[in-house]
């Protein structure tokens, strides 16, 4: 009896285990503030396509807005969307609150695709989510580092990371669109 219910005990942690291991290397496990405040949580996200960008309003690049608008009217409905994360972490290229990003966003690009609270990026005070999307400890592709605003990572059905992309990169490239339409 006391060996039964040892089997059970382990078979049990070892499901738990299993389970919080295929967890944990996924975006899915991630809930985060949204540029308004509200909860956004990546588990509703499940079955969907994503692409995570980290965004600056006086950039070079900030002119991929329009692409990454374009290309999130073009497919939201054939399960993919783009997160815009708003960084200052590069020259300073993000200088505003979050009512000032997401008035420029709306105002110049009329960004409907989800935009987070303002983070950081790189750097020790990195947003979890930014450690997870650069560590392959933590999701089990590759390490790497975001090299400047718009650098992308592209997440697969299950919530992996697949592709990450370089900010100069433009958002409607076609390895991207290829990327998204891959299965469809």
Not at 153 to 173: A, H, M, V
Request: glycine residues 4%; contains cysteine.
């Amino acid at each position: 009896m006391l060996r039964l219910l040892l089997t059970s005990i382990l078979l049990t942690m070892s499901l738990t285990l299993s389970a919080q291991t295929s967890v944990d290397n996924s975006i899915h496990q991630f809930k985060v503030a949204d540029i308004y405040g509200n909860i956004f949580d990546f588990s509703k996200l499940k079955g969907k396509k994503i692409m995570i960008v980290n965004t600056a309003s006086k950039c070079g690049l900030t002119y991929q807005y329009e692409a990454l608008q374009e290309l999130y009217s073009q497919y939201k409905d054939f399960n993919f969307m783009i997160v815009g994360f708003p960084s200052n972490d590069f020259l300073w290229q993000e200088p505003g609150n979050n009512e000032d990003i997401i008035e420029f966003c709306e105002e110049n690009y009329g960004v409907t695709f989800p935009m987070m609270s303002k983070i950081t990026v790189k750097g020790s005070k990195k947003h979890p989510i930014y450690q997870f999307l650069t560590q392959k400890s933590k999701n089990k592709f590759k390490d790497s580092r975001v090299t400047w605003n718009f650098q992308k990572y592209l997440i697969n059905t299950d919530g992996k990371i697949e592709k990450i992309i370089s900010p100069r990169t433009r958002p409607d490239s076609q390895e991207i669109v290829s990327w998204i339409t891959d299965g469809q």
